[in-house]
């Protein structure tokens, strides 16, 4: 069921769903989309967030030698990019990392749909913004908040009026899609090449400073180590040199070869052992890189004729 909701009625949500849980929201703060605790829908910006917020799931460091709390948390206007990513990531580590899973099971999504494109942005290439799995799912038009919810969470849309248009969602997918177009894939994961000049073009300007990797809400990997306050895992990225380095040597000494170990392990790994790619079309990679390597020349790039 969808419902219609005006903005009281969002307040009025966020204050019924605060009864339970910590409420966080994306924020403007000096320039920058944050997600911070909020206490009012007032202060809820529906612009795509400058990082993902994905450490919501996967702090940025933590000691693993204890034992995962149980917080709950309700966090509002992550973009359908951001929760795709989520679901992807479920695939490798639900019920695996029991840090990421405790807080999937205590944390409630409530994702804005975006009406129009974001800069870059390559969401249609994935489906678009209208998700099919989602805690609760939002889509502002005019003065109206369309809302529908995962049976779990149906219960904090009780006593709000349902829409007349049951379509709603369904139409709004069509028409971004159709408006936008997509870059199509065109079974990346078979055309790729392995000795691609892309790879060595994209090292030669490429810094590695990992800001892809950090600021993409699919990308998952840790390290871990101990130090005086106990073992830790801490978000990793597979374009820093380190990254391979054992006691044996490093499997991939080159930053060509960790450029594509990237692009290969979200278009053709992933996509070979669980069936997706691992990658939303969300563009963040693209704008936090600074040396503007953009992921959808690895996608149009015309590897036949190398
Ligand atoms: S566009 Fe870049 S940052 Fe976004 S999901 Fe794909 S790889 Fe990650
Ligand atoms: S953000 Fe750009 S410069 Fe930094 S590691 Fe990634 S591709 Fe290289």
Same mark, same amino acid.
């Given at each position: 069921?969808?419902?219609?909701?005006?903005?009281?009625?969002?307040?009025?949500?966020?204050?019924?769903?605060?009864?339970?849980?910590?409420?966080?929201?994306?924020?403007?703060?000096?320039?920058?989309?944050?997600?911070?605790?909020?206490?009012?829908?007032?202060?809820?910006?529906?612009?795509?967030?400058?990082?993902?917020?994905?450490?919501?799931?996967?702090?940025?460091?933590?000691?693993?030698?204890?034992?995962?709390?149980?917080?709950?948390?309700?966090?509002?206007?992550?973009?359908?990019?951001?929760?795709?990513?989520? *679901?992807?990531?479920?695939?490798?580590?639900?019920?695996?990392?029991?840090?990421?899973?405790?807080?999937?099971?205590?944390?409630?999504?409530?994702?804005?749909?975006?009406?129009?494109?974001?800069?870059?942005?390559f969401?249609t290439s994935?489906?678009?913004?209208?998700?099919?799995? *989602?805690?609760?799912?939002?889509?502002?038009?005019?003065?109206?908040?369309?809302? /529908?919810?995962?049976?779990?969470?149906?219960?904090?849309?009780?006593?709000?009026?349902?829409?007349?248009?049951?379509?709603?969602?369904?139409?709004?997918?069509?028409?971004?899609n159709?408006?936008y177009g997509k870059i199509e894939?065109?079974?990346?994961?078979?055309?790729?090449?392995?000795?691609?000049?892309?790879?060595?073009?994209?090292?030669? *300007?490429?810094?590695?400073?990992?800001?892809?990797?950090?600021?993409?809400?699919?990308?998952?990997?840790?390290?871990?180590?101990?130090?005086?306050?106990?073992?830790?895992? /801490?978000?990793?990225?597979?374009?820093?040199?380190?990254?391979?380095?054992?006691?044996?040597?490093?499997?991939?000494?080159?930053?060509?070869?960790?450029?594509?170990?990237?692009?290969?392990?979200?278009?053709? *790994?992933?996509?070979?052992?669980?069936?997706?790619?691992?990658?939303?079309?969300?563009?963040?990679?693209?704008?936090?890189?600074?040396?503007?390597?953009?992921?959808?020349?690895?996608?149009?790039?015309?590897?036949?004729?190398?």
């Amino acid at each position: 069921m969808i419902y219609e909701l005006t903005e009281k009625d969002m307040e009025r949500l966020l204050q019924k769903i605060g009864e339970e849980y910590d409420v966080f929201g994306s924020k403007e703060e000096l320039g920058e989309v944050v997600f911070s605790k909020i206490s009012s829908f007032s202060e809820v910006s529906e612009k795509k967030s400058s990082y993902s917020p994905k450490d919501f799931l996967i702090k940025r460091s933590e000691n693993i030698l204890e034992i995962p709390r149980v917080e709950k948390k309700a966090v509002f206007g992550v973009k359908s990019c951001d929760l795709r990513g989520f *679901y992807l990531m479920d695939l490798q580590i639900l019920n695996k990392d029991p840090f990421y899973t405790v807080r999937r099971q205590n944390t409630l999504f409530i994702n804005f749909v975006c009406t129009e494109k974001c800069p870059g942005g390559f969401c249609t290439s994935f489906g678009g913004p209208v998700l099919d799995d *989602y805690d609760i799912q939002v889509l502002h038009i005019g003065q109206s908040y369309f809302v /529908e919810a995962d049976p779990r969470y149906e219960g904090y849309l009780a006593g709000f009026r349902p829409a007349l248009d049951q379509d709603v969602f369904v139409k709004h997918s069509e028409e971004f899609n159709r408006k936008y177009g997509k870059i199509e894939l065109n079974g990346i994961e078979k055309r790729m090449k392995w000795s691609s000049k892309l790879w060595t073009e994209f090292a030669n *300007y490429c810094i590695s400073c990992g800001a892809c990797n950090y600021s993409c809400p699919t990308c998952y990997c840790i390290d871990v180590y101990d130090d005086e306050t106990g073992r830790k895992k /801490e978000w990793d990225s597979c374009i820093l040199e380190g990254f391979t380095r054992t006691a044996a040597g490093n499997v991939r000494p080159d930053l060509s070869d960790r450029l594509r170990q990237r692009f290969y392990h979200k278009f053709k *790994y992933y996509k070979l052992s669980k069936g997706e790619y691992l990658c939303t079309g969300c563009n963040r990679c693209v704008d936090d890189c600074p040396v503007d390597i953009d992921i959808k020349e690895v996608i149009t790039h015309d590897y036949d004729k190398e």
